[in-house]
């Protein structure tokens, strides 16, 4: 795959690995964030909400739906 690097070359690619990777889990990290922050808003809702997939399976629902139908 590398071929034949230098150790110079060999030592760039890995940095930029490095950083490759240290984007992805800071990517990660923020979408994490955000979802949780996403929840939270859901949660707090008074109104029941309910996110159905494309294929319309429920996916999701918050508390204030279990209250209002009854059901799980």
Same mark, same amino acid.
């Given at each position: 795959m590398f071929g034949k690097l230098t150790y110079e070359e060999? *030592?760039?690619?890995?940095? *930029?690995l490095e950083q490759? *990777?240290?984007e992805r889990k800071e990517a990660e *990290? $923020?979408?994490n964030a955000a979802h949780q922050y996403t929840r939270g808003l859901i949660e707090a809702s008074?109104? $029941?909400l309910v996110t159905i997939s494309a294929k319309g399976k429920i996916?999701?629902?918050n508390k204030a739906t279990e209250v209002i139908t009854g059901m799980s």
């Open positions: 060999l *030592e760039k690619r890995i940095q *930029e490759a *990777e240290s *990290e $923020a979408l008074l109104d $029941a996916t999701d629902v």
